[in-house]
């Protein structure tokens, strides 16, 4: 441990300095204190300083030729002679993670102090984000799965809390809850995988351990060779559930869009940056698994395939500008998972890397809109909007075109990557997978390609684009403080990219995944060292399907919307239009109301749970409560039974008795008393006489 | 002469002594039947002091009862004598006056 450069044994104090402002913002004397400016300005700076130890981190992770990962832990639960501890660990990826969570972070924060600052629960929002801030950065450094899933559950919490942060409208209540109830469904998975792992390792390993890996060969990926190949089929599924509840993977999906009720803020924060991304991250983390055991990466990769393309649709219908952006997110995240699935272990993190970038910009600049807009979240109410908030609209314009992976911006690379690792993926599976079923998740990618494109300029255009404003409110740009994160973020945005290009791929040495960390070789993933060539093929025709994308969406929502539709309409021969029209109708319907999911949920499962809740209920109600009753009425006359002793019995014979009998044997003993010396004297005699006469008796 | 002799008649004095103060009923007589008692005890005391070698044991302890037998015959007489100034009568009969 000696060799580490003293900035790896300090990065605890990374998650330290937002807990402390946590910790400091309870308190009203600091949030009174006028430089702070109501608590806000300690969790910036809380949040910077973790940004510049990242970036040191970092730095210094990038310069050691050497690196082998740092882990410093201490015991903190000892049963005999295993125990269990906690402490830190630091590879390429902590690093990498670190530096992108607090550096968005710090930004969000510093947009927060503007876009929050009417609000009357100022000071509590930051309080909550630094606790936010704090687990996840935990979560980051965890370097055993149990100090992980601690920071996993707080950082549900603090999702909860945030997004149910305007508590009085029951429409984010009821999200808080659902967010929460349903990121705990998939924590079930990940608490079922905890203690399988748990098990595994004391079965396969002779040392029980939540470690990831320790010094002295005991952790966890330590004894992967050894453990059998179901059991970690069976963790690595479980692990997914959790993740898949964690970053709203189709069908634990519904909980996002439903987040939007919160700030924006902290949709940004949280629900585009980082808390959607932990489980993203926990599969990234936990890669051993699930490349030793094949089967699990194949389901990933569907699954973030499925839910990528699924969720783009219903972006296509969604009328608020947060809820196309929530969308996109879970499309975005299926995108990871799928590149996560395929093999493309650098493309996924990548992918997570600048899209956390970008979506934060998107969020924040939707939220300098809505802030100018004085509310307005519908995207049909707006328009005409490049005129009167310029940063807003170039900034919002830079992160649609990263998102939409516009050749040259940090999306286009990640979101290739990820396609041409699709393709290899696909290219390998045609021995395992029969009917060439190992294209699709290629297939998928794609098409989400050409929907992403479209709803963005269909939500770009109808908010940005055209003359004027569709409703009466005088838009207003924003001020300084929410506009500097937005430029960051769109220059980061912009320039992110260029340490991931395919021939020169700083990124790919950085953080990549070989064979040799995996004991079995098989033959769908291939993992080896060196990077593959660029796909041309795959770039051109992603490249071609989003151009398609901006240009249907701009044509069909440009400005002098109703013309256009009618020019449309006109143009199809009748009978088309009639049965267009109806099916357009339908599959709009369906679409628009996200495929009914929210309701096949409460139907099956809402319904469920209430029906054995009002069983419990009658129950507790009518059987245990009687019960609790009765024993109160025995009670009752037990003591009533008592009373009737105590009074007629015990006071009767022990108290009033006594009296009774000094009184009365009193008034008998004085006529003892005669007046009368020599009748004293004789009794006197007497005794001596009776004592003498006993004295004898008893020799 | 055998010590049981003196010790049947020293307590055969004593009990006459006490017959005396139990039944009297002048006051003085009383005192007289006290006098017996304790010279029924110092005859008691000489008997067996007749045992000791040591010759004076028991006789000096006679010495100190006789003392003590005249001052409280005279405290005796003093205190019938401060009665008598009081009620014309030292019968004890009367003299009740602790009853109930």
């Given amino acids: 441990m000696g060799e580490y450069h003293w900035i790896y044994h300090y990065v605890w104090m990374v998650p330290l300095f937002p807990l402390l402002a946590f910790i400091l913002t309870l308190f009203p004397q600091v949030r009174n204190i006028k430089w702070t400016y109501k608590g806000a300005y300690v969790a910036i700076g809380a949040m910077g300083l973790s940004t510049i130890y990242s970036l040191f981190l970092t730095g210094r992770v990038i310069s050691d030729h050497e690196f082998k990962p740092y882990n410093g832990y201490l015991r903190w639960l000892t049963a005999g002679n295993s125990s269990i501890e906690i402490g830190v660990m630091v590879d390429q990826l902590t690093a990498v993670m670190l530096l992108m969570v607090s550096f968005v972070g710090c930004l969000i924060f510093i947009y927060s102090r503007d876009y929050m600052r009417h609000d009357k629960r100022f000071s509590r929002f930051f309080n909550y984000m630094s606790l936010f801030a704090a687990s996840m950065l935990g979560l980051i450094v965890a370097n055993n799965f149990l100090l992980l899933f601690i920071c996993w559950e707080l950082v549900g919490l603090c999702s909860y809390l945030l997004i149910g942060f305007w508590f009085e409208k029951t429409s984010a209540a009821d999200a808080a809850k659902k967010a929460f109830i349903t990121t705990k469904t998939g924590d079930l998975g990940l608490t079922i995988a905890l203690m399988m792992i748990l098990w595994a390792s004391a079965t396969y390993g002779n040392n029980m351990t939540f470690n990831f890996v320790t010094p002295d060969e005991k952790g966890f990926f330590n004894i992967l060779p050894s453990v059998p190949t179901w059991v970690l089929t069976m963790i690595a599924l479980f692990l997914f559930l959790g993740a898949m509840g964690k970053s709203a993977q189709f069908p634990l999906h519904v909980w996002l869009p439903d987040a939007m009720e919160g700030p924006t803020s902290v949709s940004a924060l949280i629900h585009a940056a980082t808390m959607v991304a932990a489980g993203v991250y926990l599969v990234g983390r936990c890669y051993p698994i699930f490349a030793a055991a094949v089967i699990p990466l194949v389901v990933v990769a569907f699954i973030g395939a499925i839910t990528a393309v699924f969720a783009a649709t219903i972006a296509v219908t969604a009328n608020d500008i947060k809820r196309v952006l929530a969308y996109s997110t879970v499309s975005q995240l299926g995108y990871m998972m799928l590149g996560l699935g395929v093999g493309g272990y650098t493309a996924g993190l990548f992918h997570l890397i600048t899209h956390a970038v970008f979506k934060a910009l998107l969020f924040l600049s939707s939220g300098s809109v809505i802030h100018g807009m004085s509310g307005e979240q519908n995207i049909w109410k707006m328009g005409g909007l490049h005129k009167h908030m310029k940063y807003t609209c170039w900034t919002f314009a830079i992160g649609t075109l990263a998102l939409i992976g516009f050749p040259l911006t940090s999306g286009f690379f990640s979101k290739d990557e990820i396609l041409a690792s699709a393709f290899t993926f696909g290219e390998h599976s045609t021995h395992t997978i029969p009917f060439y079923l190992g294209y699709i998740p290629l297939l998928l990618g794609l098409t989400g390609v050409f929907l992403t494109a479209f709803y963005m300029t269909r939500c770009f255009t109808l908010t940005f684009l055209g003359n004027k404003v569709r409703s009466n409110v005088q838009p207003q740009e924003s001020t300084l403080w929410m506009i500097l994160p937005l430029i960051i973020l769109a220059g980061c945005a912009l320039l992110l990219g260029l340490v991931g290009i395919p021939k020169f791929n700083f990124f790919h040495s950085f953080i990549h995944f070989t064979r040799d960390s995996v004991g079995v070789e098989t033959a769908l993933y291939k993992f080896s060292s060196e990077q593959e060539g660029v796909n041309w093929i795959i770039m051109l025709i992603s490249v071609i399907l989003g151009f398609a994308g901006i240009i249907s969406g701009y044509a069909i929502y440009g400005y002098k919307i109703q013309e256009r539709f009618t020019e449309i309409k006109n143009s199809i021969p009748t009978w088309l239009r009639y049965y267009g029209n109806m099916g357009f109708k339908g599959l709009h319907f369906i679409v628009k109301n996200k495929y009914f999911f929210d309701e096949i949920y409460r139907y099956f499962v809402i319904c469920v749970n209430l029906m054995i809740a009002k069983f419990c209920f009658i129950i507790d109600q009518f059987i245990i409560d009687k019960f609790v009753d009765l024993w109160a009425c025995i009670m009752i006359w037990i003591s009533r039974i008592k009373r009737w002793i105590d009074d007629k019995i015990i006071d009767a014979i022990a108290v009033n008795g006594w009296s009774y009998i000094s009184i009365v044997s009193g008034r008998y003993l004085t006529y003892l008393q005669t007046g009368y010396v020599q009748q004293y004297i004789m009794i006197i005699c007497l005794g001596i006489i009776f004592l003498t006469i006993l004295g004898v008796i008893a020799k | ?100």
């Fill in chain 2, 1 to 100: 002469m055998p010590v049981i002799y003196y010790v049947i008649l020293s307590s055969l004095l004593f009990c006459i002594g006490l017959y005396g103060v139990l039944t009297r009923k002048n006051a003085v007589a009383i005192l007289l039947c006290i006098e017996i008692m304790l010279n029924a005890a110092n005859l008691n005391i000489i008997a067996f002091s007749r045992c000791w070698p040591e010759p004076a044991r028991g006789t000096i302890f006679v010495l100190f009862v006789i003392g003590l037998a005249a001052a409280e015959a005279a405290v005796g007489l003093a205190i019938i004598i401060s009665y008598y100034r009081k009620s014309e009568a030292i019968d004890l009969d009367n003299i009740n006056l602790l009853k109930w």
